[in-house]
C-alpha cells in the first residue's frame, strides 16, 4: 500500500467512527488530529501533543464526551469524542476549540474538527478567519494550492513546532 493508501484508508476508518456516533442522533462529534504535511503523518510527540489539547478543550469548553477513542493509522494519530448535543453546544466547543488553536504555537497544526448531524462547523461559520499558513502567514490554502512552499520546509516547520509544545510541556510539569 502507497503512504497516501494508507492515509485515505486512515481517515475513511476516522470517518467510520464519527458516523458511527453521528448515527445514534442528538449527538456531535469532536476529533483532534495534527496536520502534518508529507508522509508519515505521525511525528514524535504527536499522541502526547494531541492528548494536551483534548484536555485543554475540556476543561475550556466545560463540555464531556459520553464516549471517546483514540486512533492510530495511516493517517497518524487523532482522538475522537462523541458529545450529547441536548448538554452541550457544539459551535460553542468549536469556538473553543479555534481558541486551543490559535493559543499556542503548536495549536498552529492541530486539526480539531466538530462534526454534527448537519456536517463539520467551519472556522469562519464560528467568526473566525482561515488558517494562516506556518511560513508566511498567507491564507494555508491558498499557499497548498498553488505550491507556495517546498513541503519540506513546511514539514518541517510544523515538527519544530510539535517539538516547541514538547518541550514547554516538560518544563511545565517539572515545576
Known sequence: MTPLEEVLCGRDERAAGQREWLARGGAFVVQIALNIPGYPKSAPHDEAAVM????????????????ERSIRNGAGFCWQGAFDAARFDAASVKRAAVEAENGTPAGRVLDIDVITENGAISRTSAGFPERSCLLCGRSAKVCARLGTHLLSEVRECALRLLEEEASEAGSVQQK
Open 52 to 67: 494536551r489539547f483534548r484536555s485543554l478543550l475540556l476543561e475550556s469548553s466545560k463540555a464531556l464526551p459520553f464516549a
